[in-house]
C-alpha cells in the first residue's frame, strides 16, 4: 500500500509572522508578562501561562480582531495549500495555542487541513477562555496538544515532515527525517546547538517550495 505523505506544522510564528499571545502581552497591562515569566522559570505549564494572559484579554471584539490580523498570516498560504494537495500531502496543523484564533484566521480561506490546539471561546467580557483539549488523543496536561505523540502517530502512517518555531516543536522536530525538518526561529536555534541538521525558512510558503521541491538539507 502506499505510503501517505503528512506535513506537520506549528502555526503560531510558523504560519504566521507573530505569535497571538505575544501581541496579546503587547496590549496588555506590562504585569501580564509575569505570567510568561514563570513558565520561563518552570514555576507554571505553557498552557497555564497562555491561557492566563488570554483570559485577560477583556476587549471589543474589533479590537481583537486587530490582533488577528497583526499576526501576519503568510500572504502564500492559501497557494501553498493547494500546491501541497495537488501534490498529495495532508495537512496537520498542531499547535499550543487556541484553536478560537486558528479558525478564525483559516476558515474564510477555505483551507483544508486537520487541526490540533486547544479549545476555546472568546467574549468581550471574560476574555479569551482557552480550555485543556482532554478528549483529544494528543492530550498533554502541560502543553495542551502533545506534538511528539502526533508525529509519532503520523509516522506509523507514511511519510512526515514537520515545521515549527518555538521550543515545544523540537522533540516533534527531532523525531522526522533531516530532510523534512525544517526551522525557524527558537526551534532553529535549539537545532543548530544540538548540531542537527534541518531547513531553515522565513515564511511558512517558501517551507511548502522547498518541501515539494526536496532541495539538499542544511548541515550544522
Not at 203 to 217: F, H, N, T
Amino acid at each position: 500500500m502506499k505510503k501517505e505523505k503528512i506535513l506537520v506544522t506549528d502555526f503560531d510564528g510558523t504560519m504566521t509572522g507573530r505569535d497571538f499571545f505575544r501581541l496579546a502581552l503587547e496590549y496588555l497591562p506590562p504585569e501580564t508578562a509575569l505570567f510568561w515569566d514563570q513558565y520561563k522559570k518552570g514555576e507554571t505549564t505553557h498552557f497555564k501561562a497562555l491561557a492566563s494572559i488570554f483570559l485577560r484579554l477583556r476587549c471589543p471584539e474589533s479590537k481583537a480582531n486587530e490582533l488577528l490580523d497583526k499576526m501576519e498570516l503568510d500572504g502564500g498560504v492559501k497557494s501553498a495549500c493547494e500546491r501541497l494537495e495537488a501534490r498529495g500531502w495532508r495537512l496537520v496543523i498542531a499547535s499550543a495555542g487556541c484553536l478560537w484564533y486558528i479558525e478564525k484566521i483559516l476558515t474564510p480561506l477555505n483551507i483544508t487541513a486537520e487541526i490540533h490546539a486547544n479549545p476555546g471561546v472568546f467574549t468581550e467580557s471574560e476574555g479569551l477562555v482557552m480550555e485543556l483539549p482532554v478528549g483529544s488523543l494528543y492530550f498533554s496536561p502541560t502543553i495542551g496538544i502533545d506534538k511528539s505523540r502526533l508525529v509519532q502517530t503520523a509516522l506509523g502512517q507514511g511519510i512526515v515532515a514537520f515545521a515549527g518555531d518555538g521550543r515545544p516543536d523540537l522533540g516533534p522536530a527531532l523525531l522526522v527525517h533531516s530532510s523534512r525538518r525544517f526551522a525557524k526561529g527558537r526551534l532553529a536555534e535549539e537545532l543548530t546547538k544540538r548540531g542537527e541538521s534541518f531547513h531553515p525558512f522565513r515564511s511558512w510558503s517558501e517551507m511548502v517550495d522547498k518541501l515539494l521541491d526536496g532541495g539538499p538539507v542544511t548541515r550544522y
